[in-house]
């Protein structure tokens, strides 16, 4: 077992009266692909917004490197984001009037390097976008400049909350390829959350939720590589 970067103790949310999360507990150890699996309106994508830290739990605690996130100022939760996590969504939420180049740079750490920026636009195949912007390119290639400037950074979390779901199959597989790329090059912890199980197969544990409670957690003894995901689910 590896360093536990992340903890949630019976952590629950609600909205206007409904239990959305209830009593979730879970553990992320560092440079692991975690998958949350389960249908439309389990609970996953607050789940993924509690433990980012854009909700905040009605009850429970969420723990970063051991800290109680509950405690911590805004400035530090603030700095926690710019330097540490990284989010990329299902909606790509690109600046339209910025070139893909400028798009990415938005989520660069001061100091961020052009040889940093090259290596990891290579890393996703999008260096030869660099001076486009974003109504000029798919959905994919828009999905992996997303990418790019969340990893910009070199977060040691990146929270990925349906990030495929927007795409077709070669697409969706593309990005969790790049994905598990980015988790072996930089050594980050990815939660991604989806109803698809063959994306969440190749994760190295899975999460499983129904009705805002954690049904399944366990580990994936035998992770199925991206290039060999099935689709028609």
Not at 58 to 68: I, L, N, Q, R
């Amino acid at each position: 077992m590896g360093k536990v970067l992340l903890e949630a103790k019976s952590v629950s949310k609600d909205y206007q009266g409904r239990l959305v999360l209830n009593d979730v507990n879970l553990t992320a150890d560092a440079g692991h692909f975690i998958a949350i699996l389960g249908h439309s309106g389990s609970g996953k994508s607050t789940l993924l917004n509690v433990l980012s830290t854009i909700l905040t739990p009605a009850s429970g605690k969420v723990f970063y490197d051991g800290e109680d996130i509950s405690s911590f100022s805004k400035k530090k939760i603030a700095e926690l984001r710019k330097n540490k996590i990284g989010f990329v969504f299902q909606h790509y939420m690109l600046l339209p009037n910025l070139t893909v180049r400028e798009n990415i740079l938005l989520g660069a750490k001061d100091g961020t390097g052009e040889d940093e920026l090259k290596e990891l636009c290579a890393l996703l195949g999008i260096e030869k976008h660099m001076d486009k912007y974003p109504y000029m390119m798919s959905g994919g290639e828009q999905q992996r400049v997303c990418i790019a400037r969340a990893v910009i950074k070199k977060p040691e979390i990146l929270f990925c909350d349906e990030a495929t779901g927007a795409l077709d199959k070669d697409n969706s597989i593309n990005i969790v390829k790049l994905l598990h790329e980015v988790k072996n090059r930089f050594g980050t912890t990815v939660f991604f959350t989806t109803h698809n199980r063959e994306i969440a197969k190749t994760a190295d544990r899975m999460l499983v939720l129904e009705d805002g409670h954690v049904i399944s957690d366990y580990v994936n003894e035998e992770i199925l590589s991206p290039d060999m995901m099935a689709w028609g689910i």
